[in-house]
């Protein structure tokens, strides 16, 4: 009995399947702490953003402005071409700006592939230092070949129970057939004794008849 009760549970038992690769969010530091920049000038971080491996990248934070009421900064973020642009002086369309401000707080989303750039401006006649935190935020996808390792392990998971189970099928198979065996020899062996004893006790009745 308790052999036919293991052989039951293993064929009742699901395969154990392993997990799967989970998105994970992820920070990247594009500015952090102070720096100084020079009258009349900017200070650009570069960003790259892979979207293809990535979703929902944004970039986040604020920037100061250390001094009195002379010292202003801007604050831009462009994609490469707007970049290009910029670089060359001619008008170039920005994903964020903030206008002249002493604080500017940033939060972009960058939802195609490619290189931004967050650019800091000084506007005043004197040096300014600027300071503050901005990094990109992004939830990191699995990699194809993270979601084809687990996909090859679910299987050969499987595989492997499904023998399991075909084996232990086959040795409850054999264990009822093995019972149904001694079952029939235990009744073939009651009547038998039956007859043997209706044998012997045949004479009797016929001398008491």
Do not use: C
Request: aromatic share 6%; charged share 15%.
């Amino acid at each position: 009995m308790r052999s036919l009760v293991l052989a039951a549970l293993l064929l009742a038992t699901p395969a154990a399947a392993a997990p799967l690769p989970q998105p994970k969010p992820m920070t990247a530091q594009v500015l952090t702490g102070s720096t100084t920049i020079g009258p009349m000038s900017s200070r650009y971080y570069d960003v790259h953003v892979n979207a293809t491996s990535s979703a929902q990248s944004r970039l986040i934070g604020r920037v100061i402005a250390a001094g009195g009421e002379g010292h202003h900064i801007t604050v831009a973020v462009l994609t490469e071409a707007a970049f290009v642009d910029w670089n060359g002086h001619r008008e170039a369309p920005p994903l964020y700006y903030s206008g002249l401000v002493k604080t500017a707080d940033v939060a972009v989303p960058l939802r195609e592939s490619g290189n931004y750039y967050l650019i800091v401006s000084n506007v005043s006649q004197t040096p300014t230092t600027v300071s503050g935190s901005i990094e990109t935020r992004w939830t990191q996808l699995p990699s194809v070949a993270e979601v084809a390792a687990a996909n090859a392990a679910n299987q050969a998971e499987l595989e492997r129970a499904l023998r399991a189970k075909m084996s232990s099928a086959l040795a409850l198979a054999l264990l009822f057939g093995a019972l149904a065996v001694g079952v029939g020899a235990f009744l073939v062996a009651t009547w038998n004794r039956k007859v043997v004893v209706l044998a012997e006790e045949e004479p009797e009745l016929r001398e008491a008849a």
